[in-house]
């Protein structure tokens, strides 16, 4: 069974700010997403990564995914309050037809 | 442009009374679709997915079950609710990117069910 832990849980920092949330697990995936979730929304795609070692940017977003393709990080640079809400990493199984999805970080970017 | 609607957004149920949750697609053909639920501000439960039209696999046993009578319409539907179906339920679709390579997910807007 495929099961992705992040942390931390939650976060709570001010603006300007630095961060890092983790993605790790035990299995090996074909591609990991980061989606970002807002209240009474669906999640959104941030990022796919595919490769180990990988390292993509989106503006002040970073994602690395990890050598053996087991874990991830996400780093923000300078975080302002629009970067609020919950980071899901999900990981593709199953010749990557299937997803599994980790609990989340809920990241509170105060003004 | 592909688009996914997800229908009702909200729903208030007693107890014991049946379900039906619909999610259509638009600008794609033979999508593979996803039924998942999220627990207050957590993550994504898979409940169901479908590669084809009548192709159901189910991750969790419970009393929710899937249909998918046609290519881009994929329904969630209970015989009978329980308190514990509560819930945030998402369709979602993937599709693969051009770029990566890697299929990834596309959601739909939600559906809040509170059974009381």
């Known amino acids: 069974t495929q099961l992705l832990e992040q942390s931390p849980q939650f976060l709570s920092i001010q603006e300007g700010e630095n961060l890092t949330v983790y993605c790790n697990s035990s299995s090996v995936f074909s591609s990991l997403q980061w989606y970002r979730q807002e209240p009474g929304e669906g999640p959104v795609l941030l990022v796919t990564?595919?490769?180990?070692?990988e390292v993509k940017k989106l503006k002040r977003l970073t994602f690395q995914f990890g050598d053996a393709r087991k874990d991830s990080s996400l780093h923000i640079t300078a975080a302002q309050p629009g970067d609020t809400g919950l980071y899901l990493c999900a990981g593709a199984y199953k010749g990557g037809q299937n997803f599994v999805f980790g609990p989340g970080t809920r990241l509170s970017v105060l003004p | 442009s592909q688009t996914i609607h997800q229908w009702p957004a909200t729903l208030v149920q007693p107890v014991g009374s049946p379900l039906s949750l619909e999610c259509t697609v638009e600008?794609?053909?033979?999508?593979?679709l996803y039924w998942y639920r999220q627990a207050a501000g957590r993550g994504l439960q898979l409940l169901f997915y479908s590669v084809g039209i009548g192709q159901i696999s189910s991750e969790v046993p419970q009393n929710l079950s899937a249909s998918r009578p046609q290519d881009r319409q994929f329904i969630l539907s209970s015989k009978k609710l329980l308190l514990s179906d509560s819930g945030f339920y998402l369709c979602?679709?993937?599709?693969?990117?051009?770029?990566?390579?890697?299929?990834?997910?596309?959601f739909g807007a939600g559906s809040r069910l509170t059974v009381l």
């Open positions: 979602a679709w993937s599709v693969r990117q051009g770029r990566s390579g890697a299929n990834v997910l596309t």
């Open positions: 990564v595919v490769t180990g070692g």
């Open positions: 600008g794609t053909s033979n999508p593979n």
